[in-house]
C-alpha cells in the first residue's frame, strides 16, 4: 500500500482517502477469496495509517459504530485493555501502532507487534462491509506460538 513514512501520504487528507478507498473495494467485493482478502488488508492499512498519523475522523470512517476492543488475560496484564464504539477505540489508537507493522495472521490482514523479531502482540480484525467490528489483541505466549505469522513490513 506503499510506505507510511512519506509525508505525502501522511496527511489527514490522505488518510481518509485510503480509508475511503478500501471501504469502497470491500463494499463492491465479490466473493472471491484473493479479492476479498486483498481488501480487507487494505482496511486494514488505511487503520495503520490513520492510527499513526493520529486522524481521529478516518479512524471513525473505518471503524463501525459498534465495535469492541478485546484483548486476550495476557494482553490485559500487559496494560492493554478493552474498550467499545468507535470514538472510545479510535482515542485507544489515535497516534499509536509505529512499532506494528501489517501481518498476515493466519492468512487474514492484521498487524504484529514483534520487537526484536519475536511476536508479544497480535491485533487481529474483524471486518464486515468495509468496516472494523471487531480488534483483537492477542498476548498469550503459547496462542501465538500456534499462529501462522507472516510480518508484511511498512
Do not use: C, K, N
Not at 471503524?63 to 495476557?74: I, K, S
Not at 490482514?109 to 526484536?116: E, N
Amino acid at each position: 500500500m506503499g510506505h507510511y513514512g512519506d509525508s505525502r501520504r501522511d496527511t489527514p487528507a490522505a488518510t481518509r482517502q485510503l480509508a475511503s478507498r478500501a471501504r469502497r473495494r470491500v463494499r463492491g467485493a465479490g466473493t472471491a477469496p484473493e479479492a476479498d482478502a486483498a481488501r480487507r488488508r487494505e482496511v486494514v492499512a488505511a487503520f495503520l495509517a490513520a492510527a499513526r498519523g493520529g486522524d481521529f475522523d478516518a479512524l471513525l470512517t473505518l471503524l463501525d459504530p459498534e465495535v469492541v476492543l478485546r484483548a486476550d488475560g495476557a494482553a490485559v496484564l500487559a496494560g492493554a485493555g478493552g474498550s467499545r464504539g468507535a470514538a472510545a477505540v479510535a482515542r485507544t489508537f489515535m497516534g499509536r501502532a509505529r512499532a506494528a507493522p501489517p501481518a498476515l495472521i493466519d492468512g487474514a490482514a492484521g498487524l504484529v507487534w514483534a520487537p526484536g523479531g519475536e511476536p508479544r502482540v497480535v491485533f487481529g480484525f474483524t471486518i464486515t462491509d468495509g468496516r472494523i467490528v471487531a480488534i483483537d489483541l492477542l498476548a498469550d505466549p503459547e496462542h501465538l506460538a500456534r499462529l501462522d505469522l507472516e510480518l508484511l513490513g511498512d
